[in-house]
């Protein structure tokens, strides 16, 4: 079954924002004048004094001609010489003034603007403004016959009708105003669809014309029952609001598809199936008095015209035009079931296309299965053969391009650099839409496709993916596809679906390596805050504990020493001696732990490194026993390094003296290098020890932790070390070679000294 047609409109943010620039434009439009104002107000008011409204119609002379050109077509107007504009006044009465006044400011306000927004009427259009009159006229003078003849509606003026009817469809001329190409637009698509003309107002411009007639009115400040009718008019009675002028609205409605059903319309107002009787029922008209209305519609239009001042055909032109549009609306109601036709062939090729592509290509389908099952489609639905596709891969992948062999499968793939570094295929075929020859389609494309670029049976079919998986299809075209883009759009997401969930595959695999790489990260950084959360608590006890514990430890070192030097007693003089060292070794402990309380900031200076290295050596090599022997290696023209020599120094001598102390190490390497690829300082102690165990390298940096034999050592070096090397920005990293030992390196960037400022810059901070 053939569906309804869909009409292109922007996307809804944009849509969101033409609507509030159109609202605006509608506020900014001209008003009516203070006359016609005042007007309106005293004619609506029963009780106003006619005296003044004589006043106010007599100071307008366009207002004063047309209120004494409208009594000269009353029935009374005609038997009597009416020349002065009180007497029009009491014979017409208010209902008419106010009409006349609303004839002259509405149409000829609206007749003399231009379109805010720049835009153009089309040449030849489709909305004939002429015929908009026309048809208003027309409404309105059907509407002061209904009024008059209706028992239903019997307390509703003539006058007040007629206004009615002229005004109902003011929205469509204020759209046809401020956007005249977008309005003719709807026009011709609601002609050639006969479709509703506020659906594709709402879907093209995002504001129909109901809506726009009733903040026209409102603006203009209109009574509230002129209001109801532009807005509501056309709706069905039992769905109107109690609170709107009801009656009214079906007295509008209904003479508006009489009127249309005459075919006196303009463009977009194509005349529907309603049924005049049902219409009928709210207004109180019986089918015989609709006759004699429409019997004397042409006739009573001229006349009204003529009255109003209205540029608008005679008697006999708007009845040849009645039998024109007539005509019209039966060629496009052929032409609208040869299409609907064309429709259903096309729909059903269509779906055999996707039953057969599904057929083809699986749920876990790769892309190049996916490629090739489109590939069999091409000829009826592209109407051509696939000869290569150019696919954008996921995950960084880059871009492919595919050949497509006379079989219809890929026979080659390769990669190919994109035009610009970093931009994606999908962005690629938003920006150049690509739909044309393959001329148009990326200069850079055609070297590597063995194709002419002057063929014009060659183009290029885009199918942009959200997720990766986009592709563009070559394709060399025989006949006519079996439809444009938006027709064929159901088989087009079919497609893209089906490369995107190739493509999904293609991610996954490379997502689940990413998430463990990432969970191993978080681990690794889980551990550094859990070291440096330990560290810190460290630092808080020892920053607690120091001042309570010094003071005895003092008392015990000094009493250990007055003791040692007046025992006689070797073996006594000895333990004093251990116990004044073991005292003062724990006091050296806890000032090692109070700066861990203490935030490191390095002094930096220019230091020689080969001097550094030296002292490092002599301080914690392996002393006179010469065992294990340390070999130092330098590059050559080291430059000076800006660093604090004696955080480094301490922290490069935690790991010689570690490499020093490693059980086995006979041979100690210590080398001092450039890292070439992120220009950092590299300080390397390589050992040919035994090595470090697994739970050492997982906790060499943790506090108190010690390989080594109980009493040793306390455990806090590497951890000082560690806290050292961070302050200049650095890291220690910990491994066991290859052949046995360990490698111990310390990488520390930004060590190179700061080039001296310019001597502007100088000049510029010293001013």
């Known amino acids: 079954m053939a569906t309804a047609p869909r009409f292109s409109g922007e996307p809804d943010r944009a849509r969101a924002r033409r609507v509030e620039l159109i609202l605006s434009e509608l506020e900014s439009l001209p008003t009516l004048n203070a006359v016609a104002v005042r007007i309106l107000e005293l004619t609506t008011d029963v009780e106003s004094d006619a005296r003044e409204v004589v006043e106010l119609v007599a100071s307008d002379p366009a207002l004063s001609a047309r209120v004494l050109a409208l009594c000269r077509c009353h029935e009374r107007g005609r038997a009597s010489d009416v020349t002065t504009v009180e007497r029009a006044v009491l014979l017409l009465g208010f209902e008419a003034v106010r009409t006349a006044v609303l004839a002259v400011q509405v149409f000829d306000v609206i007749d003399g603007m231009d379109s805010p927004g720049g835009e153009r009427t089309r040449q030849n259009p489709t909305f004939d403004r002429e015929a908009f009159w026309l048809h208003s006229l027309a409404v309105a003078v059907v509407a002061e016959q209904l009024a008059i003849r209706g028992t239903q509606v019997a307390d509703l003026g003539g006058g007040e009708a007629f206004t009615a009817g002229l005004l109902h469809d003011l929205g469509q001329l204020v759209l046809h105003v401020l956007l005249p ?41 209109l009574p509230q029952s002129l209001v109801d009718v532009i807005w509501l008019n ?28 005459r075919y006196i319309s303009a463009g977009g107002q194509w005349a529907r199936a309603e049924n005049l009787s049902t219409l009928a029922i709210p207004v109180g008209v019986t089918a015989d008095e609709l006759d004699a209305i429409t019997a004397e519609l042409h006739e009573r239009v001229t006349s009204r015209a003529e009255a109003l001042g209205l540029n608008v055909a005679s008697n006999p032109t708007i009845l040849l035009r009645s039998i024109s549009r007539a005509n019209k609306s039966l060629a496009r109601a052929n032409a609208g079931m040869r ?35 489109i590939a069999a489609d091409g000829p009826e639905i592209l109407g051509g053969t696939v000869i290569a596709a150019l696919y954008e891969g996921v995950g960084g992948e880059g871009w492919h391009l595919v050949q497509i062999g006379e079989d219809g499968r890929p026979s080659s793939i390769r990669s190919v650099d994109p035009p610009d570094e970093g931009m994606g295929l999908r962005v690629l075929l938003e920006e150049e839409a690509v739909k044309g020859s393959l001329a148009s389609l990326v200069p850079w494309l055609i070297p590597l496709v063995d194709l002419d670029p002057g063929d014009p049976n060659v183009v290029s079919f885009g199918l942009p993916c959200e997720r990766g998986g986009s592709a563009i299809l070559l394709v060399a075209r025989e006949e006519e596809p079996l439809g444009d883009r938006a027709e ?3 088989l087009v997401r079919t497609w893209q679906a089906a490369l995107g969930a190739a493509a999904e595959h293609e991610f996954t695999a490379q997502v689940t390596e990413q998430l463990a790489e990432s969970n191993r990260s978080i681990l690794e950084m889980q551990e550094t805050l859990s070291r440096h959360q330990t560290l810190a608590t ?82 914690y090599g392996p002393g006179e026993r010469r065992t294990p022997s340390v070999n130092t290696i330098l590059v050559e023209s080291l430059p000076p390094a800006w660093l604090d020599p004696e955080l480094v120094s301490t922290a490069l001598g935690e790991l010689v003296r570690n490499a020093v102390e490693s059980r086995g190490s006979r041979h100690i390497e210590l080398r001092i290098a450039i890292d070439p690829l992120e220009d950092r300082l590299r300080m390397e102690v390589r050992d040919d020890g035994a090595g470090l165990s697994p739970h050492a390298l997982r906790h060499a940096f943790d506090p108190f932790f010690s390989d080594k034999p109980a009493g040793r050592q306390p455990g806090l070096g590497l951890a000082r070390a560690n806290r050292f090397v961070e302050a200049h920005g650095g890291t220690i990293t910990l491994v066991n070679a290859a052949g046995g030992g360990a490698i111990a390196a310390i990488w520390l960037p930004g060590w190179r000294i700061p080039a001296p400022p310019a001597a502007g810059d100088a000049g510029a901070r010293a001013a």
Do not use: Y
């Open 339 to 373: 299409q609907r036709e064309r429709l259903a062939r096309q729909q059903t090729a269509l779906l055999q296309a996707i039953s057969r592509f599904h057929g083809a290509v699986g749920a876990d389908a790769a892309v190049m299965d996916v490629l090739a099952a």
């Open 234 to 261: 056309g709706q069905p009675f039992e769905g109107l609001p109690a609170t709107c002028n009801r009656r009214l609205v079906a007295v509008i409605t209904l003479a508006d598809a009489l009127v249309r059903s």
């Open 181 to 221: 190409e977008s309005f003719d637009r709807v026009c011709q698509i609601t002609e050639t669809h006969s479709a509703s003309l506020d659906r594709a107002c709402r879907q093209i411009i995002g504001l129909d014309t109901h809506t726009a007639g009733k903040k026209l009115a409102e603006h203009w400040g």
């Open 538 to 619: 460290l630092g808080e006890v020892a920053a607690g504990a120091a001042h309570e514990m010094n003071n005895p430890l003092t008392v015990i070192s000094g009493r250990a020493q007055l003791l040692q030097s007046r025992l006689l007693d070797q073996t006594l003089r000895k333990a004093a001696g251990e116990i004044s060292q073991q005292a003062q070794r724990l006091s050296d402990m806890i000032t090692a732990l109070r700066s861990f309380a203490e935030p490191v900031v390095p002094e930096r200076r220019p230091v020689d490194l080969a001097d550094l290295v030296m002292r490092v050596v002599q301080k």
């Open 488 to 490: 064929l759009a159901c």
